[in-house]
């Protein structure tokens, strides 16, 4: 398995880690590639670690490993415009945020603790020599109704994880856009006060 990073290398204001400067979303994945179990693990060991407000916890999630019924039924939910690349992941992990308990008292945090759930994954990913893309294009009331879940347990993402291939594997609408140069905000835009 190769990293593809070479030309995705983040242009940074200053040095950054190697595993998030270098860390990006494909959409061209090996279609041929299997996650390990042990692989899969240490994807969700990274997720179950991550921080969380008063350690409430209120993330779970739905992992759907290719050819299974689960990864049909979330790819049946994505938008058209993830089903064409998608599928081609090895792994779908869908991030759950638990938005209130069971008396129905919000958890105010719960969809950032699922966000830095995810954010854990997806270093602990690109360390494995993986890739993960997150994906908001997708209908959150299929993916509740297609695994049942309970009143206040709300989709919020849906990730695609596996190996990267060549972007010339694409449909040439999603070839440019993944060979197309990574762009962030600057910094002085993103920081509103620096006293």
Do not use: C
């Amino acid at each position: 398995m190769t990293l593809l990073t070479d030309s995705r290398r983040a242009e940074t204001a200053t040095p950054i880690h190697e595993l998030l400067a270098e860390r990006w979303s494909p959409r061209s994945f090996d279609p041929e590639f299997v996650l390990s179990d042990e692989a899969v693990t240490a994807l969700l060991e990274a997720a179950r670690w991550a921080p969380s407000a008063a350690n409430f916890q209120p993330r779970r999630f739905i992992v759907a490993r290719r050819g299974s019924e689960a990864f049909q039924a979330v790819t049946d939910a994505l938008s058209e415009g993830n089903r064409p690349w998608a599928p081609n992941a090895s792994l779908f992990v869908v991030a759950i945020a638990l938005t209130e308990d069971e008396k129905g008292t919000p958890y105010r945090w719960a969809e950032y603790d699922a966000g830095q759930a995810i954010a854990h994954l997806t270093v602990q990913a690109h360390a494995l020599g993986l890739h993960v893309h997150p994906m908001g294009g997708f209908d959150a009331e299929a993916l509740a109704l297609a695994f049942d879940l309970p009143e206040g347990a709300v989709p919020i993402s849906v990730n695609a994880i596996g190996a990267a291939a060549p972007a010339e594997q694409l449909p040439e609408r999603y070839r440019s856009r993944e060979l197309a140069p990574r762009t962030r905000l600057p910094l002085e835009e993103l920081v509103v006060v620096d006293a």
